[in-house]
């Protein structure tokens, strides 16, 4: 039936728990595209790109955004005929439109549209990210909400819901240069900060204050689960977002929670990889590519082709429109080299 099942039942990993998840899924689809950019092997590709086109016929929603969840229905998956499963109706979908999880399928198809050269993963993510903006955004609060179906929205975004879309947003600005995701990536970072972050203790909080009067205990964002922890993505998109914007306070935001974090990862590593990953951004002195030609022409192409051939999970590549032959500035730090159109020198 196309993506991946939410988990396995038995020690043989042979029996699936059928239920398919858009957070797994929009996951896996990353961790197939990275592994190829990292070894090259086309099955990881061949993964990626089934896993995508698996949420783009099943879990799109046709006015935008993606459903959350199809139903564990065994039998529908355990028909061998391929004809069979197409006469019998899927399996019944959570059609809930969740911000968080809509911002993890935007970096799952933004990438796609980088490493796999795919158009169309790049529209579908545009399309996505404009339905948040239109339907799950307050534009004169600036504030996100967390769901929305049938038309109306409820519940004030979680810290994760920004935390995801965040990440999206940098990752669709990364694959189209509009500078309208960076702008939106900025703002609601702000929020984020101002609703879940505590200066004293570097930590993020879960829920904004005073949203729920019914818990004892305010939660906070700690290790990470199925889905990485918001206090993790927040940290590396506040780093991210120094990178692109020269923005100071954002890298002295991530730096006090790396920081807070820093005996719980030394102590437990494996319960902290998001906030592990943040912190070899960080200490990677992180690389920013400057491309700058003529947009979508075909030395311009072929340089962002070769960038992203490549892992480089510690890069942020930016686009500067130029009516010049492309060329690409690698900087590290306040050392830049010099430009060159050779795709092959990018080292």
């Known amino acids: 039936g196309g993506g991946f099942h939410r988990y396995t ?5 042979n029996i699936p728990h059928y239920e398919k998840m858009l957070y797994d899924n929009a996951q896996l689809a990353v961790v197939y595209l990275e592994a190829y950019q990292a070894t090259g092997d086309p099955e ?7 896993t995508l086109d698996y949420l783009l016929r099943d879990m799109a929603r046709p006015g935008g955004g993606f459903y959350t969840a199809e139903d564990a229905d065994e039998a529908y998956y ?15 979908r959570d059609d809930k439109i969740l911000a968080g999880y809509n911002g993890l399928a935007i970096s799952a198809l933004a990438k796609g549209a980088q490493v796999l050269d795919e158009p ?9 990210a404009r339905f948040l903006r239109t339907e799950l955004y307050d534009e004169k609060a600036s504030h996100l909400y967390r769901r929305w179906r049938d038309g109306e929205r409820k519940i004030p975004g979680f810290a994760e819901d920004y935390a995801y879309t965040i990440a999206g947003l940098l990752d669709l600005y990364e694959t189209d240069f509009n500078p309208a ?14 609703l879940f972050y505590d200066q004293e203790s570097g930590e993020f909080y879960s829920t904004p204050a005073g949203q729920d009067e019914s818990l004892i205990v305010r939660p906070l964002e700690d290790a990470d689960g199925a889905l990485p922890s918001a206090a993790a993505v ?8 120094s990178a692109f914007t020269g923005r100071q306070d954002f890298a002295s935001t991530s730096a006090r929670t790396l920081q807070r974090f820093g005996k719980r990862m030394a102590e437990h590593p494996q319960d902290y990889p998001a906030m592990l990953s943040a912190l070899d951004f ?7 590519i400057s491309v700058s ?8 192409r072929v340089l962002l082709r070769e960038i992203r051939r490549r892992y480089l999970p510690t890069t942020v590549v930016e686009f500067i429109p130029k009516q010049q032959k492309a060329k690409a500035t690698v900087c590290q730090g306040t050392f830049c080299s010099l430009p060159t159109g050779n795709a092959a020198s990018l080292g």
Not at 181 to 194: G, I, M, P, S, Y
Not at 234 to 241: I, V
Not at 282 to 288: A, C, H, Q, T, W
């Open 120 to 128: 169309r993963y790049l529209e579908e993510a545009r399309r996505t």
């Open 181 to 194: 995701w960076l702008a939106w990536a900025t703002r609601l970072a702000e929020v984020q900060q101002a």
């Open 234 to 241: 927040a940290t590396l998109n506040g780093l991210r977002l």
């Open 282 to 288: 960080k200490l990677s002195k992180s690389k920013r």
């Open 9 to 13: 039942t038995d020690a043989a990993w």
């Open 78 to 92: 355990l028909l061998r005929s391929t004809e069979a499963r197409a006469k019998r109706p899927r399996p019944t």
């Open 44 to 50: 990881f590709a061949r993964a990626a790109r089934a």
């Open 293 to 300: 030609g003529i947009p979508d022409a075909p030395d311009t």
